[in-house]
């Protein structure tokens, strides 16, 4: 039979034993409050995800609207896939801090704010209680801007012109800008605005991913016109010939609609309002343009008193002499009726 150890060698082992399982097994760490996912480690090499655009416009007006400019404002929202229409807003002082709300509420991030402004006019040549009614156009990026205030001129919408151009409902458009865009720095921010709201975002889920239509902005005498395009192929070409990427001869143009003239005013700094960071210097108010028609027509009817005063002067001074065959048909009238012989 073997030796039996004594107790202080087992003692001596055991803690040994302890002490290297501690140290294979550490200690479990605590449980986080919101679970076990830690976050991934961000390296140099690894490359970020791709940007994407969300893009949200709001597209409302204010009370009191034209037909017309009704009109307008819903063929605006049939080419923008991206827009929300809302309810109409009360065009007041405060009418900056509403939209700005409903703009966070909707979850947009640009706005299209048609206002119309009513004018009653008393002026010789109108009948009394006349009125006359211009569209303002709002476009601002929210919630810190800048945004810019046009007058809208030449409005003429779809059903009006009735072209025989069409495209598809929701597809994206090519925006195109005139060369004189990149002349001035005011230019230069208004296309970068114009570029973010009318561009349809890649992958929309309302939008066509593909292009048929071409959006034109031109600036013309200090004034954006706007048109809408359908590209088409040409017609002598027949279905089974295809249009190579760039043959840009073999396609034309044709116009949808609908057309309108955007004349700024000045461009602020916030949304709706704040600095002035550009004031158009050949802008004329409709209120001017008004007034000058009414001294013209003011001055007309001056013409015509002093041309009247001339005449009776001059007749006047050069009285005519006297006829002596004036007196012939009145008494020719007088004469007794002959009576002839039954």
């Not at 791709?50 to 409302?60: D, G, I």
């Not at 921010?189 to 309302?206: A, D, V, Y």
Request: aromatic fraction near 8%; include cysteine.
């Amino acid at each position: 039979m073997g030796k039996k150890r004594k107790q202080r060698d087992t003692e001596q082992t055991q803690p040994e034993i302890k002490r290297g399982e501690d140290a294979a097994a550490p200690e479990r760490p605590k449980r986080p409050l919101l679970g076990w996912k830690e976050k991934p480690q961000e390296d140099d090499n690894t490359v970020s995800p791709s940007f994407r655009n969300k893009e949200k416009v709001l597209v409302t007006c204010s009370r009191r609207i034209n037909s017309r400019y009704r009109h307008l404002i819903l063929n605006v929202v049939s080419l923008l896939p991206h827009c929300k229409k809302d309810n109409k807003v009360e065009s007041k002082e405060t009418k900056g801090a509403a939209l700005n709300e409903l703009v966070e509420l909707r979850n947009c991030s640009s706005c299209l704010f048609f206002e119309n402004m009513l004018m009653v006019l008393i002026a010789p040549g109108f009948s009394a209680g006349s009125t006359r009614i211009y569209l303002y156009l709002w476009m601002a990026k929210c919630l810190n801007g800048p945004s810019v205030k046009f007058l809208v001129n030449a409005v003429h919408t779809m059903e009006e012109l009735k072209l025989t151009g069409n495209h598809l409902r929701g597809s994206r458009p090519i925006l195109t800008f005139s060369s004189n865009f990149d002349n001035h720095a005011h230019w230069k921010l208004l296309k970068e605005m114009i570029i973010q709201i009318f561009g349809t975002p890649k992958g929309h889920q309302k939008s066509k991913p593909y292009h048929d239509h071409v959006f034109v902005f031109s600036i013309v005498d200090d004034h954006i016109w706007f048109r809408n395009y359908q590209v088409i192929r040409s017609l002598f070409l027949t279905e089974s010939d295809k249009v190579s990427r760039g043959s840009l001869e073999k396609m034309t143009l044709v116009e949808v609609g609908p057309r309108f003239c955007m004349n700024p005013i000045k461009i602020f700094g916030g949304s709706f309002g704040g600095p002035t960071l550009y004031e158009n210097p050949f802008y004329v108010s409709p209120n001017q343009i008004r007034a000058l028609e009414k001294k013209q027509k003011v001055n007309t009817f001056a013409k015509k008193v002093k041309a009247k005063a001339r005449r009776s002067m001059h007749e006047l001074s050069n009285p005519l002499e006297a006829d002596e065959f004036a007196d012939v048909e009145r008494m020719s009238s007088f004469q007794p009726a002959v009576l002839l012989p039954g």
